[in-house]
């Protein structure tokens, strides 16, 4: 009995990670879509990119602590640029909706939903499949990770020989 609890547990917890790593994810291509909408209606974009990223690190930073850096705001912007071609039509259709009484909430509910699987891996896995211009080789460490779900180190390691950087985050 003790053996089949402790199994459940360790599957419980592993499960309620992959939902965080999802969200988390999703939480992070959304503000990355909303800084780059907000850039594209801007004149003077690289001034104005610049004193928008440290305002909102700064903002952000101070309500909801750490992770919220100029340079990680910007990682959610290239996240964003690189995976967007997986959005469908109808995932661009909520992600426009601006009916009434529809919050932001009720919107990464709904594209939660119908995302489910789109991330699977963690926020450092995704750091480091951007570095990887080619959208097909990408994929294909994306897809190897997701079966293989190594950590982020092993990942990094796994990377490093065709040249992908290395960072400490």
Request: hydrophobic content about 35%.
């Amino acid at each position: 009995m003790l053996s089949k609890i402790r199994e459940l547990i360790g599957y419980a917890r592993k499960a309620v990670s992959r939902q965080i790593d999802n969200t988390m994810c999703l939480t992070y291509f959304l503000i990355g879509r909303y800084i780059i909408e907000d850039e594209q209606q801007g004149k003077k974009r690289a001034a104005y990119s610049e004193e928008t990223l440290h305002y909102l690190a700064k903002e952000l930073t101070l309500q909801f602590g750490r992770g919220f850096s100029a340079r990680n705001l910007a990682n959610m912007k290239k996240f964003y640029l690189t995976y967007q071609s997986r959005l469908s039509c109808d995932i661009l259709q909520t992600l426009s909706a601006k009916s009434p009484g529809s919050g932001e909430t009720d919107i990464l509910q709904t594209l939660s939903a119908k995302l489910t699987g789109l991330f699977m891996l963690s926020w450092s896995h995704y750091l480091l499949l951007c570095r990887i211009d080619n959208e097909a080789e990408r994929d294909f460490y994306e897809i190897e990770s997701r079966q293989n779900i190594p950590t982020r180190n092993e990942f990094a390691r796994k990377l490093r020989p065709r040249g992908v950087r290395h960072y400490s985050y």
